[in-house]
């Protein structure tokens, strides 16, 4: 990264010190026995919480530290900057914690969060069935209401954290109303002996091997009908939408990290590399690929920046969100790429970072929406 970002403070910093050493002393050591079991140790999470790394921009009353979006992004960076793939800080925190910040009652908020807070409970969100991806009006996951209680029966796929997580929100449909008006947010406490509830395989990815996606299946799941986010059937599609600005925001910038360390590493190999007797960033093919990526650098970290700035005083919108997500991570796959190109056949062998950027990128253009639906919602903007 160049120099400090408009948003970040003499405090954020130390954070981000306090990040870096928790990813380089704690995380990365474990990294090879993560991508070999495909999942982080859940040891990390607790570690994360007694540092205070965890759900900072939640209130203090709720076992979070009082922080602003900002510290999540820090963590966000750091995670990045430091290579990890394994943990799954950015929908622990940034997203599940929110939701429960802003849809569930004092009581669950009060009983959640400092669970989420102290890393005692990893949190996930499954939203994504096997026929239904960046179309939630889709969703077919079926809860229906029983006494005190909802019985969740389907499938979801593509859930990050599912191997691990004890908390999980699920989206569902509480009624026969076609599109978003029949979907709902139930929040479920559940583990490997939870009856109805069973952890699918491991998925294997491309790239962020370290860190599970899971499927997940439902067959008559008890839900505690209070467990309702909102209380009342139906908000879950707006709820989502709501939060999905971060999300996106939040992708953008692993997307962002991820392109800056893409051009961090390729400066200093070329600068380690001869050929022809010479640096290969001597060479002027060399000279110009770098000065474009290290442009697109700047140009995406200054948008980035003013999003995150933009967000914290509330005014980021829909439409800018999804400009963010989609376009900034075009750019880090594609500067991810030419990035590699420049390491030449070394770029390709897995010793290298650069051949993990480019497997764990690709599926920015994906997740929270594919860019493609990013750009439909621009233009509606239009």
Not at 95 to 110: D, G, M, P, R
Request: glycine residues 10%; aromatic residues 8%.
């Amino acid at each position: 990264m160049t120099g400090r970002s408009p948003w970040s403070s003499d405090e954020l910093e130390q954070v981000r010190g306090l990040a870096a050493s928790y990813f380089k002393k704690e995380v990365l050591p474990n990294v090879p026995k993560h991508v070999a079991q495909g999942h982080p140790d859940r040891a990390l999470y607790r570690r994360a919480g007694e540092l205070g790394l965890l759900c900072m921009s939640i209130p203090e009353a709720y076992g979070g530290g009082g922080g602003t979006f900002a510290h999540e992004a820090v963590l966000v960076e750091e995670q990045i900057r430091a290579g990890d793939p394994s943990m799954g800080f950015a929908v622990h925190c940034s997203i599940v914690a929110h939701y429960i910040l802003a849809y569930a009652s004092e009581a669950q908020k009060q009983k959640w969060l400092p669970r989420l807070a102290s890393g005692e409970w990893v949190g996930a969100i499954a939203m994504t069935e096997p026929g239904t991806g960046s179309d939630l009006q889709a969703i077919s996951t079926r809860a229906v209401r029983d006494g005190d209680f909802y019985r969740v029966s389907g499938a979801k796929t593509f859930i990050s954290n599912g191997y691990v997580c004890d908390f999980l929100i699920i989206a569902v449909r509480t009624s026969d109303v076609k599109g978003h008006a029949g979907i709902s947010l139930l929040c479920a406490e559940v583990s490997d002996t939870t009856p109805g509830f069973t952890r699918g395989r491991i998925l294997d990815k491309l790239g962020g091997k370290g860190q599970d996606t899971t499927e997940l299946f439902f067959d008559d799941l008890k839900v505690p009908a209070v467990n309702l986010l909102g209380g009342e059937e139906g908000r879950g599609f707006a709820q989502m939408m709501q939060q999905l600005p971060q999300e996106r925001l939040v992708t953008a910038l692993i997307g962002m990290a991820s392109l800056e360390r893409a051009v961090e590493v390729t400066v200093e190999y070329t600068k380690q590399r001869h050929v022809f007797g010479k640096p290969l960033i001597a060479l002027q093919n060399t000279r110009f690929e770098l000065a474009e990526c290290a442009t697109l650098r700047r140009v995406c970290r200054t948008f980035v920046d003013d999003c995150i700035q933009s967000h914290l005083e509330g005014r980021l919108d829909v439409t800018t969100a999804a400009m963010a997500k989609y376009w900034v991570t075009d750019q880090a796959c594609i500067v991810v790429d030419r990035c590699l190109q420049l390491f030449g056949g070394y770029g390709y062998m897995k010793e290298y970072p650069i051949a993990h950027l480019f497997a764990d990128t690709r599926v920015l253009r994906i997740f929270a929406g594919a860019n493609e639906v990013m750009k439909e919602l621009v233009a509606r903007s239009l």
